[in-house]
């Protein structure tokens, strides 16, 4: 059974700086599609950053940038580096991940239909 844990949340004041981890487990991540969602109270989730099967890398408009994702696919560890964060990047972000039996191009990666969720890690930013 696929299972992620996501680390790194925190509150930090606007510009500052925060690395969000993702440990996975139950399965090879070396070419599985994955992603950083996060989701503020009273707005829709939203997908900021994924990294498909061949580690071709999309990221939202909001946080082209500022956000990087990486995956180490010996440690089957998925990162966030977040740089000059602002308020509105406030939010609970979860690692997501999808079949790790499949591969994902990037038209079939980028998308809210994933399998696997952790349980998310909170992110504040004060002004």
């Known amino acids: 059974q696929v299972q992620l844990e996501e680390s790194g949340g925190g509150s930090v004041q606007a510009g500052g700086s925060l690395r969000l981890s993702c440990a996975a487990s139950g399965g090879t991540f070396r070419g599985a599609c994955m992603a950083w969602f996060r989701q503020a109270p009273g707005k829709e989730r939203e997908g900021v950053a994924f990294?498909?099967?061949?580690?071709?890398?999309t990221y939202a408009e909001s946080v082209k940038g500022r956000f990087a994702i990486s995956k180490d696919n010996v440690k089957n560890t998925l990162y966030l580096q977040m740089n000059s964060l602002q308020p509105e990047d406030t939010a609970m972000y979860y690692c997501?991940?999808?079949?790790?039996?499949?591969?994902?191009?990037?038209?079939?990666?980028?998308?809210?239909?994933?399998?696997?969720w952790g349980q998310g890690t909170q992110v504040t930013v004060a002004s």
């Open positions: 997501v991940a999808k079949s790790v039996w499949v591969w994902y191009v990037r038209a079939d990666c980028v998308n809210e239909d994933f399998a696997y």
């Open positions: 990294i498909d099967s061949a580690g071709s890398i």
